[in-house]
């Protein structure tokens, strides 16, 4: 595993060399820019870094890529976080008089972290995570992003994932940034159908009919359900999990509890116990009103994304930023490539120590030449800056960043389409 | 509202002509000339219809049935319109339909003056307003409500035919009073996702691509969404304008205590800095917390540790009780530091928040604990949260078995879980009150987990002092286990406001 090398002590060592060599600075300006479509949109982005010993500076701004290099240089954060655009630069709010400095917009963002499904996994707890859970963050994208777009008509998505336990979704159309806080909360909402806290036994409820959104969140749910609750998780299988399961069962006249509970004493394999319970369920909504979704409540408790809606709701709200290092993982937030998603790995994500580890291999011939190459076609340029480039080409940040590229290009068609009609409308006057 | 010379030159206007329709959007401010006395009453009788939309909105389902009656009964005791048909025989007593809703008219705007000060101040009043329009545009026939839309000019696409046989089983399936004929029926409207953000919200409507398809019937939450817009673009153009209205010496004191009556006490006057030890806590929390703060204190001493939620209802209420910032840090560091924080993660990641909450961080707001209203609505407790109302967000058969350790009896338990049935989380609360205090009818109408304490406080103080007198609610309140009080000071405070305010003070006690 490329993690079990990394040590927190040595970030003060490596990172300068991470800010120095890899870090993308040049996409990182590209897309938080937004190709100039609005003036001072980049200058008025609130950054906050942690820094050494959790240190915290807040309402970092800067004016221009190269001031952010050579700050994020000087200072080195241990990790960096991403805040709204505001209505003044972030490092002058002091000197604004108090109230008129204010978030404006930011992407509409989404968090996810694996410690909110803690009832409902087995096999690990807390930060921990192992491949057998990571399957709830896969179902949380494929219904997230499937919702957003199709349902709210958003494009451009960027999904990362945070270093340690979760994954982060930054929605970046010119739209949802600029949504109100108020129509933050009810996006969140929306896609939130597990509700409750410890004290809350049965976390989804369903009414008739049942909404289109939460049929095409079913339909993923019932993908994985069998592999990943059944058998991976095996919540038909230990008597205790069993006990939650039914616990989640109508208990009434019919006695439908007792009545699975008796037949699962016969029937021990999870995907019969499965069939029985589904089959009750059927039977159930040619008699009832109530209750009569209950298998498919079970599925959505067990499967269902469950979102941290505080931290979509506010304009204000920060989120750890991409290609920032997790400290206490070293692994780098890496976008998530969807094409992949089902093979993602998250240990498999490079931490810190081995790309820079991998910045100090020698180069392989091949390499070599087609360093040479650029280096003769590219004379005339900084050649620090195509250093670079090439730096971070050499590691297994490689894959991530060209997949930024590739997301920065697909956004770039839509703020050209914007920057042709701004300078449309200046023809006409 | 205008108060200069522009007056005279529109004083042609015939009532008739300006209050033709039942239901308004208030683009135009009232310009004719009116007494102090008619100012004054106007703006205390619309207060009071908002406050009981408030209190409405937390006893009952809204737009139920019983809500809507209720607040039929309450409209029309305090005379604003109550019925959208304009009739012009002049009924027995009280005044005509005409009168009323001049009387509606002239009151937003002076509300609109009290409440366009703050943000806090802003929202409660846009909501209550938007609460009172979305039950009086309801209230119109058909044909008015079609009229309504005509005459201010609110036009909405609508899909074809076509297009609605295709989403037929779509539109269907979101929303619950649709049926397949129902749909061919009816106009299908279809407009951006954000102006529909309630139907949104509660996954009442079909989405598909960032726009929402409303059925005719539906059409009040647009119209609601337009007149929540135009108040609050009005509003903050209202604050503006502000220090002219506020260079009258007689409306200033007035708009100030209006626009103070609508929390009633905000219990964060700290009167009571340092009358409770750390060492009472435990046993306080047994005797004297709500529910909700005593599940919170306890799964604090559990697991050592409280995600924000839970620190910022609970801090802010030991707060309210009387605990110092220095009390505060070293309750909060002792427990922490417990469980997996160490006193230098505390010191960096958590005492910030502490000291932010007494106003000494950031931007320096003196932060009020929360009402038993925000306790409910807002901030919803998830998975590993214990903060929240219990009677609101347990489940029933939990709350049942906490009740029981707690020693309710069973036929307290089961008025209380009737009442949770019933939505009155509020009044579950002051059923445990009763119970756990072994008295028999509370005198107090409970909205506030620091006045349930004071009440707590006063119930095992000693009989004499649970028969409340008239004390006025802007007075602190003290608490028994304190020395000498320093009431004198608060009582002068006071004096001077005290005439004109008798009358709401009395109104919001009861409330």
Known sequence: MPSSDYDSACLPDILPLYYRRLFPFSQYYRWLNYGGVQKNYFQNREFSFTLKDDIYVRYQSFTTQNELEKEMQKMNPYKIDIGAIYSHRP????????????????????DIDMTDYDDVRSCCSAADICPKCWTLMTIAIHILDRALRDDFGFQHLLWVYSGRRGVHCWVCDEAARKLSVAARSAVAEYLSLVKGSDETVKKVVLTDPIHPFIRESLVVVERYFPRYALQDQDVLGRKESVDKVLALTPDDILFTTCKLQQEFQNEKKPEIRWKLLKDEAKRKQGTSKKNQHFEKEIMLQYCYPRLDVNVSKGVNHLLKSPFSVHPKTGRISVPIDLKELETFDPFAVPTISLICEELDRPRTVEEDEKSKETKDKENEK???????????????????????????????????????????????? | ?????????????????????????????????????????FAVERLKLLKTIENLGVSYVKMSESYTKKLGTESKALNFLYRPEADDRKPQNGPTEQEKRRKDHISHFILRLAYCQT????????????????????????????????????????????????????????SYALSGITVVEQDVYKVPFQDALDLVRTRKVYLKAGYVYIPHQDIVTIVINDFRTRLSKALALTARSLPAVHSDERLQPLLNHLSHAYVGQDYSIQKNVGKISLEQIDSLSGKSFPLCMRQIHQSLRENHHLRHGGRMQYGLFLKGIGLSLEQALQFWRSEFIKGKVDADKFDKAYAYSVRHMFGKEGKRTDYTPYSCMKVILSNA???????????????????????????????????????????????????????????????????????????????????????????????????????????????????????MTEDLDSFFQDA
């Open chain 1, 91 to 110: 490092n002058q709010h002091n000197t604004v008089k108090s109230g008129t400095f204010q978030a404006l917009e930011k992407e509409l963002v989404f």
């Open chain 1, 382 to 429: 900084d050649t620090a800056e195509s250093r670079k480039i090439r730096d971070y080409k050499r590691t297994s940040l490689a894959k991530y960043v060209k997949y930024f590229d590739q997301f920065l290009d697909g956004m770039a068609r839509s703020w050209k389409g914007e920057l042709l009609k701004k300078s449309d409308l200046q023809k006409d006057f």
């Open chain 2, 1 to 41: 509202m205008q108060f200069s010379s522009r007056r005279k030159k529109f004083t042609t206007n015939s009532q008739a002509e300006l209050y033709g329709e039942p239901l308004q959007f208030y683009g135009q401010p009232p310009l004719e000339n009116i007494s102090l006395t008619e100012f004054e009453t």
């Open chain 2, 119 to 174: 943000e806090d101040l802003r929202r409660w009043f846009i909501q209550q307003e938007v609460d009172l329009f979305r039950y009086r545009f309801n209230d119109l026939h058909p044909k008015q409500k079609l009229e309504f839309l005509h005459r201010n000019n609110l036009q909405y696409d609508r899909i074809t035919v076509e297009e609605k046989k295709a989403l037929n089983d779509k539109l269907v399936n979101s």
């Open chain 2, 381 to 499: 407790p998830s998975q590993g949260d214990h903060h929240g109302c219990p009677f609101r967000h347990s489940d029933p058969e939990l709350l049942k078995q906490k009740l029981q350790v707690y020693k309710v009896s069973p036929s307290g338990i089961s008025q209380i879980l009737e009442l949770v049935k019933g939505m009155h989380y509020q009044l579950a609360c002051q059923k445990y009150f009763e119970q756990t205090h072994n008295v028999e009818d509370a005198s107090f109408s409970l909205n506030h987990p620091n006045q349930y304490f004071i009440e707590s406080q006063k119930a095992l103080g000693g009989g004499k002092e649970i028969k409340r007198e008239t004390e006025a609610p802007q007075k602190p309140q003290e608490i028994p286990t304190g020395g000498p009080s320093a009431a004198p000071e608060a009582a002068a405070n006071t004096q001077d406001e005290a005439e």
